[in-house]
């Protein structure tokens, strides 16, 4: 692979056609390659050249969940010579619903340990990185560097600014997909003169306006149908066939199977991103279980606020909680809050939590004394108390 990368090999590959495999043409491939990846090799557009490029290229997944599970399973069952994978979650029953790389065995276990362990199990030519930690802006860019392309498998807004900032930095490609209950959306970004996310979307919603599918639900088939699509748009731009989504989003309705193709181009306006902002710091401390129940030992005494719906409270709740409020109500419910004490947010994962925390300090509480629950009950179920159920 050229030191400088995937561009020089998508622009160079864009100048041919190249005519199904012969068979003196295999050179360089085993015998049990030529076998598993016979289809590639008869295939116009693919052959020997581009099953060659895929063995020797390297894409990483941020998030194996809902997104992260197809894209995972089809870039390994093609032959990407070296796949990462980047996710600091647990495996829990309610992921099985969608997140399709991992079972019943996997209940409890590192999300990257399942998953890499699935991937190895079928292709054992596969290199897989596991990366058991959270993509944050002080490690970003030494992940993301060392792949050609990035699939972004995540479900918040934060972190879909993060992988574009740091692939504009490093001029990485990457390819976003999104899922919100029955819709999902598919676009490749920083491709060669091409657009970057924030030539979509500026700046990011308000987090309390943007809920994943967690809180919004989603239909358990559409990550695959999204999560395949993201697997066939970085495959293209391996082995530089066919036109990509750059500049275009794909919207899919699962309810009424239509879909729409819409343009958009590069903001010459934009500002360049340089840099990556420290955007966790925003008023308020993230604080974990462990933490907190240690503290609590030692005598403090923090008000906890549930931000989650009253349904979800009749499922599990932390002890000691003091007031439900459900994040959409705090706006119009913060004199229920006291000014005198730390306040500890919780939700299910610790988004709606953060939004909250968030909005808190920024309406006049101090921020030292605001702080997010991290990894919400879920985290809580893990580390502190098994019996509270993970839903």
């Known amino acids: 692979m050229p030191k400088d990368g995937w561009k020089i090999r998508i622009d160079d590959r864009r100048k041919h056609h190249w005519a199904p495999l012969s068979v003196d043409m295999a050179e360089g491939l085993s015998a049990d390659q030529m076998s598993r990846y016979s289809r590639h090799l008869v295939l116009p557009g693919v052959g020997l050249d581009g099953q060659k490029l895929m063995l020797d290229s390297s894409v990483i997944v941020v998030g194996a969940g809902g997104l992260g599970s197809p894209a995972l399973m089809y870039l390994a069952a093609a032959g990407i010579g070296r796949i990462g994978i980047i996710d600091n979650d647990l495996v829990s029953s309610s992921n099985l619903q969608r997140q399709i790389i991992h079972s019943n065995s996997s209940i409890g276990k590192p999300k990257v340990k399942s998953a890499s362990k699935w991937i190895s199990g079928l292709n054992g030519d596969i290199d897989v990185v596991s990366i058991n930690e959270k993509l944050v802006p002080s490690n970003s860019i030494e992940i993301l560097s060392d792949f050609d392309i990035i699939v972004d498998g995540t479900d918040n807004f934060e972190s879909r600014y993060l992988i574009g900032d740091t692939c504009e930095m490093v001029g990485k490609p990457w390819v976003f997909g999104s899922i919100h209950r029955f819709e999902g959306q598919v676009s490749t970004f920083n491709l060669p003169g091409g657009p970057n996310y924030r030539d979509l979307f500026p700046t990011p919603p308000p987090p309390e306006l943007a809920p ?29 066939v066919g036109d990509n989504l750059s500049g275009k989003l794909l919207t899919i309705d699962a309810l009424s199977m239509e879909s729409k193709l819409l343009s958009f181009s590069k903001n010459p306006d934009r500002e360049i991103v340089t840099s990556l902002g420290e ?113």
């Open 279 to 391: 955007s966790e710091v925003q008023g308020f401390s993230e604080m974990e279980a462990v933490d907190f129940v240690e503290r609590k030992d030692g005598g403090w005494k923090p008000f906890l606020l549930d931000v989650r719906r009253e349904d979800e409270q009749r499922i599990a709740s932390i002890s000691g909680t003091d007031v439900r409020i459900m994040h959409l109500e705090i706006p119009e419910r913060l004199e229920e809050l006291p000014r005198d004490r730390d306040i500890v947010v919780y939700c299910r994962v610790g988004q709606r939590s953060a939004a909250v925390a968030r909005f808190i300090s920024e309406s006049g509480w101090s921020s030292g004394r605001i702080f997010n629950l991290s990894g919400g009950i879920h985290r809580w179920s893990d580390m502190i108390d098994s019996t509270i159920i993970k839903y």
């Open 212 to 240: 994943n599918c967690s809180e919004a639900g989603v239909l358990g088939v559409l990550p695959g149908i999204i999560g395949t699509i993201q697997a066939t748009e970085a495959i293209k731009a391996i082995i530089g």
